[in-house]
C-alpha cells in the first residue's frame, strides 16, 4: 500500500512538472508534502541520507555557478559576444549564424547552458532587428547550440551535474568522454542549420550591414578592469575543475571557492549578485532529490534496477543504446532534469551489474548523451528552449510549439546518429 501511494505521489507530482499545469517548484514541493505526511520523508532522509536526501554537492555547485556567471554579467561580456558575432559577420546571414552558434557553444560549456541562452538571446533578437533579419532561425539555432555545447563540460548542463555527482565522475572524465563528440556535434548542426534555415536568412540589406560594422564590441562592456579580473578568476575556476581530483576538492567546493573570489574582486554588492541567483530552480532540484529519495526508501527504484539489469543480461551495447536513445525520446517530451534524477539510480544498478563500475563505463556516457542531446527534441525538453522561446514571444516575436518541434526532432535524430556511432567506435569496436 505504502509503495503504491509513493509512486502515485511520484507520478502526479511528475505529470504536473511535465504539463506546466502548475509552477514545477510547487509541484515538487507538493509532491514532497504528500510523502512527509506518509512519514517516507523525514529531515534525516531529506537532508543528511547521501542515498535519499538532497544532494548538496550539485546545489553548491549550481549556485556558485550562479554567482559567478551573475557576475560576469555585470561587466558586459555577454553582449560584447553577440556583437562582435554580428560584426565578424559582415552583414552575412549564413556567417552570423555560424558564429552565434560557436559562440553559444562555447560560453554553454564553460558556464551553463540555460543562463548563457538568457544573456545571449535578447542580444541576438537585437542584432537581427538592426540587421532586418528574422530572429526565429538565429533563436533555435541558439536553443540547439546550448544543449550541445552544455553537453562537453560537467558543469555545462545541469543532468550533467547530476550524473556525476551520483556516479562520482570527474571535470575531466566529461572531457575526455564527452568533449570530442561535441565538437563533432557542433560542427555537424553549423551544416544542418544553414541547410535547415536556408531559406529563412533572408538578406542584409548594405545599409545596414555598413551599420554594423560600424559598432564597436568594446562599448558593450562597463568596466574594464572588473571584467579583466572576472576572467582571471575564471581561468583559475576551470583549472581547478580540471585538477580538482589532484587538489582533492569537490567541483561544488571549487565553484563556491571560485564565487568567493569573483565577489571579491569585482566588489559586487550582495544584493547585486544574490539578484541573478535562480532560487526557484535551485528549490526545484532540492525538491526532486526528495521526491526520488523516496522510490528508494520504499525500494522501488531498487526494484526497477534489478528488472533493468535482469532485462539487458550484460548486453553493454543494447543497454547503451537503449539509455542514448530512450533517455532522448522520454527527455524529448519532459524536462530532461526530472528525468535524469529519476534514472540516475536505476543506471547505477545497470552500471554495477555490467562488471566495469568505473569512468568507462559506456552506459553512464550514453545515459548523459541522451538525456542533453533530447533536450532539443521539442520545446519543453529542456529549461534553454523554454527561456528561449519565453523571450521570443516577449519580444512580439513568437515561436510556435510546433515550430520549434519540427526543427529540433530533425536536429536531435541527426545528433542521436552520431553520439551512437561514437560510442559503439569508441568502447566497443576501437
Not at 526497477?304 to 542514448?324: I, K, M, N, V
Not at 532539443?376 to 528561449?388: L, Q
Request: net charge negative; glycine share 10%; aromatic share 10%.
Amino acid at each position: 500500500m505504502i509503495v503504491s501511494a509513493a509512486v502515485a505521489i511520484f507520478l502526479v507530482a511528475y505529470a504536473f512538472i511535465a504539463t506546466e499545469r502548475i509552477d514545477r517548484v510547487a509541484a515538487a514541493l507538493g509532491g514532497v508534502a504528500a510523502m512527509t505526511v506518509l512519514g517516507l520523508v523525514d529531515a534525516d532522509s531529506a537532508f543528511f541520507d547521501h542515498e535519499t536526501g538532497v544532494d548538496w554537492n550539485v546545489i553548491f555547485l549550481l549556485f556558485g555557478m550562479m554567482v559567478i556567471v551573475s557576475i560576469l554579467k555585470q561587466t558586459g561580456l555577454f553582449e560584447y559576444l553577440a556583437l562582435w558575432s554580428a560584426r565578424a559577420s559582415r552583414g552575412r546571414p549564413a556567417r552570423l549564424l555560424t558564429l552565434l552558434i560557436i559562440v553559444t557553444a562555447t560560453a554553454s560549456a564553460l558556464l551553463d547552458n540555460v543562463t548563457t541562452v538568457l544573456l545571449v538571446a535578447p542580444v541576438t533578437l537585437s542584432v537581427c532587428r538592426r540587421l532586418g533579419l528574422p530572429s526565429a532561425p538565429y533563436l533555435i539555432s541558439l536553443v540547439f547550440a546550448s544543449n550541445i555545447g552544455g553537453t562537453a563540460t560537467l558543469i555545462g548542463d545541469p543532468p550533467n551535474i547530476i550524473i556525476a555527482s551520483r556516479a562520482g565522475l570527474s571535470f575531466n572524465d566529461f572531457l575526455v568522454h564527452t568533449l570530442p563528440v561535441t565538437v563533432l556535434l557542433v560542427a555537424g548542426l553549423v551544416l544542418l542549420c544553414r541547410v535547415l534555415f536556408r531559406r529563412q536568412l533572408g538578406e542584409v540589406g548594405e545599409l545596414a550591414a555598413a551599420a554594423m560594422e560600424a559598432v564597436d564590441p568594446g562599448a558593450a562592456i562597463t568596466d574594464r578592469r572588473r571584467l579583466t579580473w572576472c576572467l582571471v578568476v575564471l581561468s583559475i575556476v576551470m583549472l581547478a575543475f580540471g585538477l580538482h581530483t589532484v587538489l582533492h576538492l569537490d567541483p561544488s567546493v571549487v565553484a563556491m571557492l571560485g564565487a568567493g573570489a569573483m565577489v571579491l574582486v569585482s566588489r559586487t554588492s550582495s544584493q547585486e549578485f544574490l539578484e541573478e541567483v535562480e532560487w526557484g530552480t535551485l528549490v526545484f532540484f532540492m525538491a526532486l532529490f526528495v521526491l526520488v529519495g523516496g522510490l528508494v526508501e520504499v525500494g522501488v527504484i531498487g526494484e526497477l534496477g534489478e528488472q533493468a539489469a535482469a532485462a539487458f543480461g550484460g548486453q553493454d551495447l543494447l543497454a547503451a543504446s537503449s539509455l542514448l536513445f530512450g533517455s532522448a525520446i522520454v527527455g524529448g517530451f519532459v524536462d530532461n532534469i526530472p528525468y535524469t534524477a529519476a534514472m540516475v539510480p536505476i543506471v547505477q544498478d545497470l552500471v554495477a551489474g555490467s562488471g566495469n563500475p568505473g569512468s568507462g563505463n559506456p552506459l553512464w556516457w550514453a545515459f548523459a548523451l541522451g538525456a542533453d542531446l533530447g533536450g532539443n527534441t521539442t520545446a519543453v525538453a529542456a529549461g534553454a528552449n523554454v527561456v528561449v522561446l519565453g523571450i521570443a514571444h516577449k519580444a512580439g516575436e513568437p515561436i510556435s510549439f510546433w515550430r520549434f518541434t519540427k526543427y529540433g526532432l530533425v536536429v536531435t535524430f541527426a545528433s542521436l546518429c552520431v553520439a551512437w556511432l561514437y560510442v559503439w567506435l569508441r568502447y566497443f569496436v576501437i
